[in-house]
């Protein structure tokens, strides 16, 4: 062999692997409006179905006239509560542990919610038949504020549980309990906390949101009574597991159920649960033997679709005086809305919470969480972030705020002082998890100096001194944020849902020429898999990148997957595939010794060959290896070269980031003016350093939305008045500030290829950023604590209460 | 989100447009740029068999400015408004408010008629004419007549028009003084929490001439006559101006939305009203 090697670093840059911001492939089609989504999907003969919604929050169904709507030309079919009982689908499981309705038994629970399913030719007779059902109402009292829900003569929400005393996880105390959770040691934090020289104290609350992906919720059932198989192309961000729950509940073998997820413009959380829409969609098109497509519009999916947050966290943290943090106490009452709809793993209610002790070593914490029943939609979705970590970074980094009060030093000291050291990890934290890496104190080092803090602090002691002689109304405020995430669920020995464990998978096949498939277990909604995965996969098995294409969301062929939320797809699903491809190698080096005629052992891996050692010019490339694989007969070796890998990951992977926001308020207006924000970001190794950059972009941005305007209200009477894209914050490109970004890489070292996930970062570290900001510029006229979103009014009130409108 | 069925027509004259509106009286409802009344249908707020759109007819098209006199026709859009170069030199006021209206999208459909004629107590453009002390012209089945913008509001969706008449055009007189148009809302694309729409001229120290309009801050747009009659003929210093944005925001009459509750917006409208005035009397 006489032909030249190119060098090594031409045939890596060939691969397009990892650590290369190779440009993601997804993009033409979805800059060129060819995306194929849900409401793409045309089928022969597809009718349209859309619900009747209760406009009462809390109200008696007394009966459901459906004779006007079915004379309505065009209308095929209504269906209610009653037509489902028989089919036992009038409730379906949620992924809690609890029960919701499909469609109104008896009585409504919140604004929104599902009362009847009209199926019709199109959308306009649809709606027509949607007026013209006649439902009657009576007005039940309401429970809005979680506070209230266990008070004396507060009236009871779930009278199909009513009698419960044991829910799913463990003994309610009241009807409108759901469970109380705890992590911890309680009386050695309490005993800690009574102790200590300095202790502070705030209720911290993170509002009600919604993911609001740009895409809404919707499906396309078709059942085929010929051959029995029934298909969904729905918003899944979990499509298996949707095949498996469809197949539990309706009894149709799981074999003839074929969920698809297309192109999904969003999930964030919001498209993980099963939704009414999507049963009824089924049930429909068996019903009328004929396709019947679901999808909300944007009011119907704020209002009636998984919500996240609404957390109330009473917190304590006490230090020595010198600043050295001893304990952590929390307490949260959990408003979860009508129905106990949490995405969560099957052993955590409330999610990670207990995440809650944060980047800090903090040797004694105790956490409970009490979750309520409210007249409210159902939800408690991870908004962009792994369970229930957003609210855990947002208390701690809020608590450490109101303890460097207290302590009368500066928070960036403080954090500094307290940080689990580089030398500690893996760190075991008083709330039971182990951290698998980290190295704070080099990460925040290098924002602070990126910010110039000090230069920043002086400048904003000069400013609050011009504003108390009358020279501006303008405060600075200086937003901190430290966070540590928990991702990549998990484990499948602490971690499932429904049961299913929560590894992943990745199945791998080489085609004779040299190019390959991929399929996993996940589903991209917009984060790019098909490029990264690809990445990995060109790295470990040396095909360019250009040459595997990446298949995800048909459960017909891809591999059993738990899917894509709380940044779990490379963590789990990006380790499957990095196994996979080892798997790959480990046969074709089998068949490169054969071909080469030496010893397996003899040969060495050499970015896109096999070499044999000390011999460079004796090679076979992966192309020339897939070849041989489907052509030679190669004795104790099958045929062909595909493998599968579904990978358990054995920890969770725990991304952190230093984060710092730099804002002018003005007192008289509320309005803000975001100066700089800077966020640095580890995630261990990068695989594509594009992306991440525009996983931060896009998670800070909504970070700024939740922080600055972003919620889901409702009036005493329970109505949605955040309920249209008017009142319910989305920014704009005009909104959006210039992002700074930067990096340090600490992999993790539990992971094949040490990466640890991103995507989800930049919105557990943001909102801290942001809503400290705008409490710090007030810090000096003595506020501790004011509650998000930080909209304009908001902040006036803030300005108000002080005393700043009266000089 | 779907509207109920409704007819559609697109006459190519005035005369069209009535005749069928007044065929089918309040059965009917004439369509400018829709992007007021299209939502209200979508969420079928308002029941509609038959819509009229007036994009087919010339003659409500077009900016003409002549003897000191501007006249718009109903279907201007916004965009034009804002691109404009004649009305831009002469009444720099439209375009600044324009430019605060909605976003680029909303703007390049929405007009100036279905913006005044709309009788949504968040438009802006009312209190903007009540600042110009413009006329609008309202065509009918039994002529045209002029009625005054500040004349023209009555409640929230409630205005002088009658059911079977077209708004057709405005006029207002080039203002030549200071002016401007403040607005404070939470996001592009939104209504105003509080704006406020000024002219002004001085003579030396002295205002020789004033004119306030409020927007959103009230079920019509507030004209600040007693703000004006405070302002005109004095001498302006900071205290004038504490004296006018005084009686201004004694003329608000808010009411608590998601935007804030109502100490909140009269507080603020009065810092946007002292903005306003402080940026006219600079433009003088
Ligand atoms: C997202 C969004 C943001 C917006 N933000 C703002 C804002 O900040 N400020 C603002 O002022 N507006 C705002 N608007 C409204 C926008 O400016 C509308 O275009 C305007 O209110 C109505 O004008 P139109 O031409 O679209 O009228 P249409 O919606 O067609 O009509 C509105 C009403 O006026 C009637 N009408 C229209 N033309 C005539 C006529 N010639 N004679 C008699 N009656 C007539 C119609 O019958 C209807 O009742 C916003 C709209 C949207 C969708």
Redesign the interface.
């Known amino acids: 062999m006489n032909e030249t090697i190119p060098p090594k670093e031409e045939r890596m840059t060939a691969l397009n692997g990892l650590g290369t911001s190779r440009k993601r492939v997804e993009d033409a089609r979805f800059t060129q409006g060819k995306g194929n989504y849900v409401d793409d999907i045309k089928l022969q003969g597809m009718l349209f179905g859309d619900f009747v919604r209760s406009p009462y929050a809390h109200a008696r169904v007394k009966s459901i006239k459906t004779e006007a709507a079915l004379a309505i030309p065009g209308v095929h079919a209504v269906i209610t509560a009653a037509d489902l009982e028989p089919l036992k689908l009038h409730w379906m499981p949620t992924l809690a542990g609890d029960v919701q309705m499909v469609l109104a038994d008896g009585k409504v629970l919140f604004q929104g919610q599902e009362v009847a399913f009209v199926v019709a030719d199109n959308r306009y007779a649809a709606d027509d038949g949607i007026k013209a059902v006649e439902v009657e109402y009576e007005e039940l009292p309401v429970i809005v504020d979680p506070f209230k829900a266990e008070l004396d003569g507060a009236p009871i929400l779930r009278e199909d549980i009513a009698d419960k005393k044991e829910g799913a996880h463990g003994p309610r105390r009241h009807p409108n309990h759901i469970f109380t959770w705890e992590s911890g040691d309680r009386q050695a934090t309490e005993a800690v906390i009574s102790e200590a020289d300095v202790v502070a104290e705030e209720m911290v609350y993170y509002h009600r949101t919604h993911p609001c992906p740009l895409e809404t919720c919707g499906s396309v059932a078709s059942m085929d009574k010929v051959n029995g198989k029934l298909t969904v192309w729905g918003t899944f961000q979990a499509p298996h597991a949707v095949r498996t729950v469809a197949s539990l509940i309706s009894g149709i073998a799981e074999h003839n159920i074929r969920i698809v997820s297309p192109d999904i413009g969003g999930g964030f959380g919001n498209k993980v649960g099963v939704y009414p829409g999507y049963i009824c969609s089924i049930v429909a098109s068996i019903v009328t033997g004929a396709p019947v497509k679901w999808i909300e519009d944007k009011m119907d999916n704020l209002m009636a679709t998984a919500f996240a947050r609404d957390y109330w966290m009473q917190g304590k943290i006490s230090a020595t005086k010198e600043g050295k943090i001893t304990g952590l106490w929390c307490h949260t009452t959990a408003d979860h809305g009508a129905f106990d709809a949490c995405a969560d793993p099957t052993k955590f209610p409330a999610g990670f919470m207990n995440i809650c002790t944060g980047s800090y070593d903090i040797p004694t914490a105790f956490l409970s969480v009490d979750g309520i029943y409210t007249n409210k939609a159902p939800g408690g979705v991870a908004y962009r972030c792994s369970f229930r970590v957003t609210e855990a970074a947002y208390f701690i980094e809020r608590m450490i705020e109101v303890l460097a009060i207290k302590l009368g030093m500066d928070s960036a000291e403080l954090r500094e002082k307290n940080f689990i050291r580089k030398d500690q990890f893996p760190y075991q934290s008083a709330l039971g998890w182990e951290y698998d890496s980290g190295d704070y104190h080099t990460a925040w080092d290098k924002a602070l100096k990126a910010v110039n803090y000090k230069e920043l602090r002086k400048e904003q002691a000069e400013r609050l001194e011009a504003f108390h002689k009358g020279e501006t109304r303008k405060l600075i405020g200086i937003g901190l944020s430290h966070f540590t995430e928990i991702v990549g669920a998990g484990p499948v020995k602490n971690c499932d849902i429904l049961g299913l464990g929560m590894f992943d998978s990745c199945e791998i096949r080489i085609h004779p020429t040299g190019s390959a498939i991929a399929r996993l277990g996940t589903i991209s909604q917009g984060q790019g898999h098909a490029t990264t995965f690809a990445q990995i996969l060109a790295s470990e098995i040396g095909i360019p990148a250009e040459d595997i294409t990446l298949e995800e969301g048909d459960t017909d062929t891809a591999p059993y997957g738990l899917g894509t939320y709380g940044s779990r797809s490379t963590p789990v699903a990006g380790a499957a595939t990095a196994m996979a491809g080892r798997k790959i190698r480990a046969k074709a080096q089998m068949i490169a010794a054969y071909l080469l005629e030496v010893h397996d052992n003899d040969l060495e891996w050499d970015v896109d060959r096999f070499v044999v050692k000390g011999n460079p010019e004796r090679f076979k490339t992966m192309k020339e290896i897939a070849f041989a694989s489907y052509n030679q007969a190669i004795p104790n070796v099958e045929p062909g070269l595909e493998a599968v890998s579904y990978y358990d990951p054995p920890n969770m992977t725990y991304p952190f980031g230093a984060y710092i926001c730099v804002m002018e308020i003005d007192v008289d207006t509320g309005t803000t003016e975001i100066r700089q924000v800077f966020a640095l970001d580890d995630c261990g190794t990068r695989i594509n350093p594009m992306i991440i950059e525009g996983q931060v972009h896009g998670g800070l941005t909504e970070a700024l939305a939740i922080a600055m305007g972003q919620e889901i209200a409702y009036d005493e009477m329970g109505n949605v008045t955040t309920g249209t894209l008017m009142d319910f914050f989305v920014p704009t490109a005009w909104e959006t500030p210039n992002y700074q970004t930067d990096y340090t890489e600490t992999p993790s070292p539990h992971h094949p290829i040490g990466a640890k996930g991103v995507g989800e970062s930049p919105n557990v570290g943001g909102v801290p950023a942001f809503s400290n900001a705008v409490h710090d510029a007030f810090k000096s006229f003595g506020l501790t604590q004011s509650h998000m979103p930080h909209d304009h009014w908001r902040i006036w009130t803030i300005a108000n209460k002080l005393g700043l409108h009266e000089m | ?2 509207p ?2 409704f007819e559609y027509h697109k006459p190519d004259s005035i005369d069209g447009a009535l005749s069928i509106l007044t065929e089918w009286g309040d059965d009917a409802r004439v369509i400018a740029g829709g992007h007021s009344l299209i939502p209200v249908m979508k969420q ?1 707020l308002t029941d509609i068999s038959h819509l009229i759109d007036l994009g087919g007819i010339s003659e409500l098209k077009g900016i003409s400015i002549e003897n000191n006199k501007v006249s718009i026709g109903a279907m201007t859009t916004q965009h034009e408004l804002i691109t404009n170069t004649q009305l831009a030199k002469f009444v720099p006021l439209i375009r600044e408010a324009s430019l605060q209206i909605a ?1 680029p999208q909303v703007r390049y459909v929405g007009t100036i008629g279905g913006n005044v004629a709309n009788g949504d107590p968040a438009n802006d453009m009312p209190g903007l004419m009540q600042t110009l002390d413009a006329s609008y012209e309202l065509t009918g089945p039994n002529g045209v007549r002029i009625v005054k913008a500040r004349d023209f509001y009555e409640a929230a969706y409630f205005t002088a028009r009658e059911d079977e008449e077209i708004l057709t055009s405005i006029s207002f007189s080039v203002p030549n003084c200071g002016y401007a148009y403040e607005k ?1 809302k ?6 105003a ?1 509080a704006a406020a729409g000024v002219l002004i001229n001085m003579d030396n120290d002295t205002c020789s001439f004033a004119s306030i309009a409020l927007t959103n801050l009230s079920d019509t747009p507030v004209y600040c006559e007693e703000a004006v009659n405070n302002l005109v003929g004095k001498k302006v210093d900071s205290n004038a101006i504490k004296k006018a944005v005084h009686y201004c925001v004694e003329a608000s009459d808010p009411v608590a939305d ?4 109502v ?2 917006k009269k ?2 409208a009065g ?2 009203v002292q903005k306003a005035i402080e940026n006219a009397i600079a433009r003088v």
């Open positions: 989100m779907i109920s069925n079928r976003d404070q939470r996001k592009i694309g939104d209504y929490t998601t935007r804030g509750p100490e909140f507080y603020v810092i946007i």
